[in-house]
T-cell receptor, first 113, second 112 residues
Framework: QKEVEQDPGPLSVPEGAIVSLNCTYSNSAFQYFMWYRQYSRKGPELLMYTYSSGNKEDGRFTAQVDKSSKYISLFIRDSQPSDSATYLCAMSRYGGSQGNLIFGKGTKLSVKP | SQTIHQWPATLVQPVGSPLSLECTVEGTSNPNLYWYRQAAGRGLQLLFYSVGIGQISSEVPQNLSASRPQDRQFILSSKKLLLSDSGFYLC???????????FGPGTRLTVL
């Protein structure tokens, strides 16, 4: 079983839709959870960073962590064509600066105008 | 604010040629630095990380090496490139133990 599983998509939605992106993981020691957005031919950009279980909201983005189910989600409200990108989940035991970030393979999202 | 630079942005090299990719970080001191490779369908692979000048940890045995000659400079090298070295190379930095990693713009390497 892989440590982090993420559906690669592609996921295509109309503009204005609510998007749900998800990752599952197997290591119950993970405590820090991140979502990165990567545009084509660019480096990943940190979108959301959460610790332990719960929700975190930033504008149109909401990150949700359910440690009991080993499941994390990123919701995008009122999706825009500019949200079209690959979304990577990442997680770690210590917060990611110890060289131990585990990444999903990314979900490619396309928002159609 | 902190900024991370990588160069070159794109590179096409023949098999067997040497490689040198450079990464520099501005606006912070003593960052942890990382080199990743991203290949299509394979996700992000951590290659090297460094917690200080001259301190390099290798995650994947291969024909690549890394060096950190200055606090905010990280270099990825190879003496002889292989076809399998093609990919998108990303440098990243991070700070405290509860921080995360921030990525540079990347270098797209094609080995022919």
């Amino acid at each position: 079983q892989k440590e982090v599983e993420q559906d690669p998509g592609p996921l295509s939605v109309p503009e204005g839709a609510i998007v749900s992106l998800n990752c599952t993981y197997s290591n119950s020691a993970f405590q820090y959870f991140m979502w990165y957005r990567q545009y084509s031919r660019k480096g990943p950009e940190l979108l959301m960073y959460t610790y332990s279980s719960g929700n975190k909201e930033d504008g149109r983005f909401t990150a949700q962590v359910d440690k009991s189910s080993k499941y994390i989600s990123l919701f995008i409200r009122d999706s825009q064509p500019s949200d079209s990108a690959t979304y990577l989940c990442a997680m770690s035991r210590y917060g990611g600066s110890q060289g131990n970030l585990i990444f999903g393979k990314g979900t490619k999202l396309s928002v159609k105008p | 604010s902190q900024t991370i630079h990588q160069w070159p942005a794109t590179l096409v090299q023949p098999v067997g040629s040497p490689l040198s990719l450079e990464c520099t970080v501005e606006g912070t001191s003593n960052p942890n630095l990382y080199w990743y490779r991203q290949a299509a369908g394979r996700g992000l692979q951590l290659l090297f990380y460094s917690v200080g000048i001259g301190q390099i940890s290798s995650e994947v045995p291969q024909n690549l090496s890394a060096s950190r000659p200055q606090d905010r400079q990280f270099i990825l090298s190879s003496k002889k490139l292989l076809l399998s070295d093609s990919g998108f190379y990303l440098c990243a930095w991070g700070l405290s133990r509860i921080d995360t990693q921030y990525f540079g713009p990347g270098t797209r390497l094609t080995v022919l």
